[in-house]
């Protein structure tokens, strides 16, 4: 959905660099997440967040962090980046309500190279 | 924490035919069952979901079992049509609790002409 908006879509970067991936959405959900994917492998989650205080650890969450800079930001860190972590990165977002619809919304995504 | 298994990598079916992708989940307190298909170089998109108080679910020439006590769950494509050829996601939560989505490896399914 065009609501979700990744940037850059792709970076190429060197070893050791810090970088930064940015994900806003203007779909007023509480719920972000960043996934990487390789082929493969599927989609991994890095870590989650359920509100601007809430920040959570997925499955791989070494050598990244991230920061919920209001309910509609949510960005990823690679503090020093590694080759391993060339992957294509993805923002979500989900809304459950009352419903508990977890339906993900997913950005367009962010293809990372590390050089 | 939970892990899900998820066969074939790969499958090619004949037009018109079905294909069948089946996943098995670790933790038996997940009780959410998403499935997301991915076209080529697009985002993943929610094609169907089912909820552990249910066995079996459809939508037109797609449906969705359920079997709780062999924790697996399956995704059935009948009749398939060019346009189904993508890689599909399974995926399982525990909704309600951590609600956080783990998703299989992925299945990329061809559509022989």
């Known amino acids: 959905d065009a609501d979700v908006t990744q940037t850059p879509r792709n970076r190429i970067t060197k070893t050791g660099k810090r970088i930064m991936l940015e994900c806003s959405q203007t779909?007023?959900?509480?719920?972000m997440y960043w996934y990487r994917q390789d082929p493969g492998l599927g989609l991994r989650l890095i870590y989650y967040?359920?509100?601007?205080?809430?920040?959570n650890k997925g499955e791989i969450s070494d050598g990244y962090s991230v920061s919920r800079q209001a309910q509609a930001k949510f960005s990823l860190s690679l503090e020093s980046a590694i080759p391993n972590q060339t992957a294509l990165y993805f923002c979500?977002?989900?809304?459950?309500?009352?419903?508990?619809?977890?339906?993900?919304?997913f950005g367009s995504g962010t293809q990372l190279s590390v050089l | 924490g939970e892990n899900v298994e998820q066969h074939p990598s790969t499958l090619s079916v004949q037009e018109g035919d079905s294909a069948v992708i089946k996943c098995t989940y670790s933790?038996?307190?997940?009780?959410?069952f998403p499935w997301y298909k991915q076209e080529l170089g697009k985002r993943p998109q929610l094609i169907i979901d089912?909820?552990?108080?249910?066995g079996e679910k459809k939508d037109q020439r797609i449906a969705v079992t359920l079997n709780k006590t062999a924790k697996h769950f399956s995704l059935h494509i009948t009749e398939t049509q060019p346009e189904d050829s993508a890689v599909y996601f399974c995926a399982a939560s525990i909704s309600g609790r951590d609600d956080k989505i783990i998703f299989g490896k992925g299945t990329r399914l061809h559509i022989l002409p």
């Open positions: 933790d038996s307190a997940s009780n959410y």
């Open positions: 779909k007023g959900h509480d719920r």
């Open positions: 979500a977002t989900s809304d459950p309500g009352q419903g508990g619809n977890e339906k993900l919304f």
């Open positions: 089912i909820r552990s108080n249910v």
């Open positions: 967040s359920f509100d601007v205080k809430d920040i």
